[in-house]
T-cell receptor, first 116, second 112 residues
Framework: DTGVSQDPRHKITKRGQNVTFRCDPI?????LYWYRQTLGQGPEFLTY????????KSRLLSDRFSAERPKGSFSTLEIQRTEQGDSAMYLC??????????????FGPGTRLTVL | GNSVTQMEGPVTLSEEAFLTINCTYT??????LFWYVQYPGEGLQLLLK?????DKGSNKGFEATYRKETTSFHLEKGSVQVSDSAVYFC???????????FGTGTKLQVIP
């Protein structure tokens, strides 16, 4: 198992541009999560999918943010009209209650976004 | 709501010193407790976990015991190495919510 992967690892964009990040979870995991981490802080929850259904969204996820998981496998997180305040590390995690009753989340390496 | 409070860093220790990083929590129901570690420029790695009171999680020489009476989950290691330098996050899941609630992290620097 190769773990959770994220692409790209780094993204630099200009304010107002749209960006899209991809997450590939651990293959047998049906649950997928997105978090945002700013410098010096712990990660903050953004949203959660079980299979292809988006079951929970944080108030942090403004209407400029959208996440999808169309076939219940990989997921994308899109930010429209980026702002400097969106600069952060975006982390993806996955889990499976079927294979681990504790439903422990395993994290990817993250995508670091810098908005100029 | 759920919350995690951990000691502020940075913590600087000499190699082979004893490490304690304090963590206390507030949660609904019976939380599962975790320590994650983040090395420079990398994502989070699960270090250890405990899912019920008095459980002890352990990995790579690190230990933490789930103390329900004091709502604590302190991280300890008997002899730290330079390679343990990283940021350590205490975290929990609870109340039927899927999200992980993290503390703010404690940066550990181990000097030779």
């Amino acid at each position: 198992d190769t773990g959770v992967s994220q692409d790209p690892r780094h993204k630099i964009t200009k304010r107002g541009q749209n960006v899209t990040f991809r997450c590939d979870p651990i293959s047998e995991h049906n649950r997928l999560y997105w978090y945002r981490q700013t410098l010096g802080q712990g990660p903050e929850f953004l949203t959660y999918f079980q299979n292809e259904a988006q079951l929970e969204k944080s108030r942090l996820l403004s209407d400029r943010f959208s996440a999808e998981r169309p076939k219940g496998s990989f997921s994308t997180l899109e930010i429209q009209r980026t702002e400097q305040g969106d600069s952060a590390m975006y982390l993806c995690a996955s889990s499976s209650r079927a294979t681990d009753y504790t439903d422990t989340q395993y994290f990817g390496p993250g995508t670091r976004l810098t908005v100029l | 709501g759920n919350s995690v409070t951990q000691m502020e860093g940075p913590v600087t220790l000499s190699e082979e010193a004893f490490l304690t990083i304090n963590c206390t929590y507030t949660a609904t129901g019976y939380p599962s407790l975790f320590w994650y570690v983040q090395y420079p420029g990398e994502g989070l790695q699960l270090l250890l976990k405990a899912t019920k009171a008095d459980d002890k999680g352990s990995n790579k020489g690190f230990e933490a015991t789930y103390r329900k009476e004091t709502t604590s989950f302190h991280l300890e290691k008997g002899s730290v190495q330079v390679s343990d330098s990283a940021v350590y996050f205490c975290a929990l899941t609870a109340g039927g919510y899927q999200k992980v609630t993290f503390g703010t992290g404690t940066k550990l620097q181990v000097i030779p």
